[in-house]
């Protein structure tokens, strides 16, 4: 991700930050295997992230909304996630509660870097 160059940014190792958005590398791909989850918090942010089956990096707010199941150990298909408490199913590409029984999931932009690092973007 390339930051811009109107704005003004504080860069380290893993972490480029502008007054609109905290840009930071999690990890690498393969450090989630596909059709698995995994939790992080970035900026004090519960995140989980997803690697679906067909290989594409997703990145949502950790909790479900209904009972703050853990989403990263819900069931992952190629764009969807099951929550491991009561089954609700939640759209990955766009957080949406696919039966509507709740409201839907905070979603985070996914930068995959040359070097297979997974960068997010968060705003402040």
């Known amino acids: 991700m390339k930051p811009s160059s109107k ?5 380290s190792s893993s972490t480029i930050e502008s007054p609109t958005a905290i840009i930071t590398k999690v990890c690498s791909v393969a450090e ?16 989980a992230l997803f690697r679906s089956r067909n290989g594409t990096i ?27 408490m009561h089954e609700l199913l939640f759209d990955l590409t766009s957080g949406e509660a696919i039966d509507g029984c709740c ?3 905070k979603t985070y932009q996914v930068e995959i870097d040359a070097n297979h690092d997974i960068w997010l973007s968060l705003i402040p």
Do not use: N, W
Not at 7 to 11: E, I, S
Not at 58 to 84: E, F, M, N
């Open 32 to 47: 989630i295997p596909i059709g698995e989850g995994r939790e992080v918090t970035i900026a004090e942010r519960r995140i």
């Open 58 to 84: 997703y990145a949502t707010q950790a909790a479900c909304p209904h009972r703050q199941g853990p989403l990263a150990d819900g069931i992952v298909s190629d764009t969807k996630v099951t929550c491991p």
């Open 103 to 105: 409201d839907g999931l």
């Open 7 to 11: 704005a003004l940014f504080h860069v």
